[in-house]
């Protein structure tokens, strides 16, 4: 078994495309019409067959009241790792992405969390030790 598939709600498919694509610089590897909306994948460029992030519409009624109350405790609704997290926050930075914690050494990993745009936080976290 293995995880193939897991999503993150957003306000905005094309604005979450966007920032996905052109901040983080995800891959698209689905783009198919569902009614109004999309079936909208992306995945690593590292890992371009590996596990998809689908960037869902956040139309039913209980997502909002849920993201809401996520983002006022500070809490990411994904987390992303990478290699070297400053060269990130920098890069990113760089680019405009407004981050809610700047890098933070929590023992084993280092965290920073980023705000996607669409309603979310997002963790981006470097293992910090071997093993």
């Not at 079936?39 to 809401?68: M, Y």
């Not at 992405?97 to 745009?117: H, W």
Request: hydrophobic share 45%; proline share 6%.
């Amino acid at each position: 078994m293995r995880i193939h598939l897991t999503n993150v709600f957003v306000d905005d498919q094309a604005k979450a495309e966007s920032f996905y694509t052109g901040k983080l610089g995800f891959l698209v590897k689905a783009d198919v019409p569902v009614g109004a909306d999309r079936w909208l994948t992306v995945v690593s460029p590292e890992a371009p067959d590996g596990t998809q992030l689908l960037l869902e519409p956040s139309s039913h009624a209980a997502v909002t009241p849920f993201k809401e109350a996520l983002v006022a405790d500070g809490i990411p609704a994904a987390s992303f790792a990478v290699d070297d997290i400053a060269a990130e926050y920098e890069r990113l930075s760089a680019l405009g992405v407004r981050f809610t914690q700047e890098p933070t050494d929590m023992g084993p990993v280092v965290t920073a969390i980023l705000d996607d745009t669409c309603g979310n936080l997002i963790q981006l976290m470097q293992i910090a030790y071997d093993g």
